[in-house]
């Protein structure tokens, strides 16, 4: 499986998703944010960090490189695109998601572990995934999703809720909301569900020396969808 | 402007220096070249009063490949890698604008690092605020946490380990030192030293702004009731843009262009010009109009003293500008040729085709001042005569929740959740622990990071606190089983024209001295902050001591957290029940006087030596420094980390149950060990002579003494979790 991780000036969780899906297997190019065509790939991360500073808007001056309109025509083809973190506020800007992400309720840089409910597995990202709920670990500033009710009507009649904040147990409640998300949404897809994006990285979560091992899961249960 | 005696004083030197001046130049100074002798000149840049005691610091080692004198000290871990690091203050500016002084301290220090061509791994730091209760304290405290993590956040480096005090002599100077390791291959360091003649000197980064101009000379001086106009002397941070210098730099150094490199810190242009010629013997001539500016019309003076951040000095090969400017164009940055070496031994910087600076290198570095300030020595404080039957009164349970929930002992979760300690995927040891520890990436290697301070013993007794810290630090990284390597030191005091204040600093410097030596654990590189001081009011010293150490398996790494029930705890080290200068004395007996608990190198060696052993025969489960609190809270700080209880006994011994749980003696670990490895473990210690106290076996969730007194882990864990998040949400 081939992978592609794009660097715009500014991410700097590039190197650690490239480490993630070489371990788990996928052949992963560095795509360089100004080149214009994307190498043939099975998928497409959008990385963690601070493009461009977070200046203006977060994401919103990556959403407009060079090569977003290949990665833009590659999702709206059907192809594979995951964005965390600032690569989940990238992907809000260009619209492949829906919705927008605040700054965190309590004004303050979150950085844990959470635990996250699979709402969704009818699709290639968390298809087959034994677990209902994972640990993942969440570093942000603004994470804080939000949509108007028209929206978020649409979001849910089309089951596009990927992943909701919650106990280890699973249930949801605003307690395990750690910045303020509506319905405690952690990640979400386009209407296809080849789009994702959210806030948790799971490339921070694939050994056990590391905060914990349920990236791993993630990364494995991926891979195999996508063979 | 005319430059005259008054003009000098107003640039913060004295009447001596300016007369030394004239008469250095056989001629008057003009203003911009009066600007680079106050920056050159001023106590953050030249180290005027302390020089003559850094000297007497042990800097050399095995595993010391750079020692003090260079962007940051490097020392060796082994397979051709290297580790670079340093700690830096950012003291005054923070105290006058907490978010953008914080955030350009903890640029700066990264700056450092990879200038010598290291990519930076893991952020540390040290932070002392006020009285809780001050009126500033909890805006300082915010402004400063977030500037951490806004620019370390950004940069995308771990911040893993820190340490934060609260204390009154802090209300008017609070005290922000970041610190910083990378990672370098030994055979790719960079330094400063310029070499050849008629080589490029290229600016490259941001452009030059009229911020930070006279920073250095503000942090040379004690606050006054100005001290708001002093804002405009504060940088301002741009993490991204050090972002893209951060990776235009490391790209840059892949091939054989770089000649010195020199990032532009303290005094900007000034002292990064001046360090590169003075340190290869060359002159360097700059042409100042090629200087890349934020606004119009700035002038040689301004330019020259503009501290505006994330910028460096590059001596290139020639030949190599069109190579080296392709990337810095990718990422963005400016670049420009802005002079050239030459062999004048002169600063000589030209502005409209005028000279408009020409100054003798040497006279600005080797014939800087020195001064043999006046000190006077600290008398070791009387033993506190402390009354049995005011320690029979107390409830141990009570006082135990108090020394919890004490600000300087209580969880800082608050904060450290506010740094990214993760990115990077090699943070094995997080924040909370006795030292942070991060991968090499890619190997078995791992190293291990702390940083310490105890100004309450130092202000008791200088020499005596100045051992303890370092000494602490050595326990630091002993505990998570990492062999303590070397040291960087931030040497925070008052001002040095008090005879006290130096006094202070000479006696710490003494005791870092002996006790570094000792342990073979040598100071690398530091920074010295004077004029911590509010009009006559200054701090307590408060050296700061960050070490570092190396883990050779990571699988070997110790976490505090109790493991398992029914393992065995034990206490390391003699516990004799000095409470003078403890936080139970302090904090319950009021009582602020007394002598720090004393430091026995030899044991504090033997014992930390022998932990390692037992650590490297795989016979520790959990281990933990007894500092603060003495071994009660660091067994009830083991059991909340671990979710476990535990059965604690006093030994019989000749003290009572307050002073045995509450001492602060020194070289004590607890230690968690499996029931059948008792012997063997016992086996060692007695081998090596190391004293030994069985506290107890651990339980599921609650803890007792000796089997009367009961409380469950989860009240204890509220009591040490609270005080910090409600005092910042009221």
Known sequence: MKSSVITFPGSNCDRDIDVALKKFGFKNKMVWHADAELPKSDLI????????????????????????????????SGGMVMGICNGFQILVETGLVPGVLLRNKYLEFICKNVFVKINNKKNKFFGNVDNEVLEFHIAHNEGNFFCTKDQLKEIEDNEQIAINYCDKNGKIAEQFNPNGSVKNIAGIFNRKKNVLGMMPHPERMIDISLSGEDGSIFFNNLINNLK | MTVNEIVALDHGLKKEEYAKICELLKRKPNITELGIFSAMWNEHCSYKSSKLHLKTLPTKGKKVIQGPGENAGVIDIEDNDAIVFKIESHNHPSFIEPYQGAATGVGGIMRDIFTMGARPIANLNSIHFGSPQHKKTKNLLRGVVHGIGGYGNCMGVPTIAGQTCFDSSYNGNILVNAMTLGLVKKDKIFYSKAAGLNKPVIYVGSKTGRDGIHGASMASASFDEKIEEKKPTVQVGDPFTEKLLLEACLELMTGDSIIAIQDMGAAGLTSSSIEMASKGNLGIEINLNKVPCREAKMSPYEIMLSESQERMLIVLENGKEEHAKKIFDKWNLDFAVI???????????FFDNKIVADIPVSTLVENSPMYDRKWKKAKLPKKNKIKKSDLKNLKIIDVLKKVLANPNICSKEWIWQQYDHTVMGDTIQKPGGDAGVVRIHGTNKAVAASVDSSANYCWAHPITGGKQIVCESFRNLISVGAKPIAITNCLNFGSPEIQENMGEFVECVKGIGEASEYLKFPVVSGNVSFYNQTKNVGIKPTPAIGGVGLIKDYNKMISMDFKNVNNIVLAIGKTEGHLDQSVFARNILDEKNGPPPEINL???????????????????KSAHDVSLGGIITAVVKMCIKGNKGINLKKPK?????MEYFFAEDQGRYIIEINKIDLKKVIDILNK???????????????LFINEKTKVTIDELRSFNTRWLKEYMSK
């Not at chain 2, 002079?339 to 000589?348: D, E, H, L, P, R």
């Not at chain 2, 090596?688 to 609650?702: P, Q, R, W």
Request: charged share 20%.
């Open chain 1, 45 to 76: 991360v959008l990385p963690g960090g601070f493009s461009y500073g977070d200046y203006l808007r977060c994401g919103s001056m990556a959403s407009k490189s060079k090569i977003m309109q290949s990665v833009i025509n590659f999702a709206n």
């Open chain 2, 339 to 349: 002079g050239k070496t030459t062999n004048s031994k002169k600063i000589q910087l």
């Open chain 2, 602 to 620: 030899f044991n504090e060696k033997n014992n930390g030596e022998t932990l390692l052993k037992l650590i490297e025969n795989n016979l520790v």
């Open chain 2, 653 to 657: 011994s000749l003290i009572n149950e």
């Open chain 2, 688 to 702: 090596n002579a190391v004293h030994y106290d069985e506290l107890g076996t651990i339980n599921e969730n609650e």
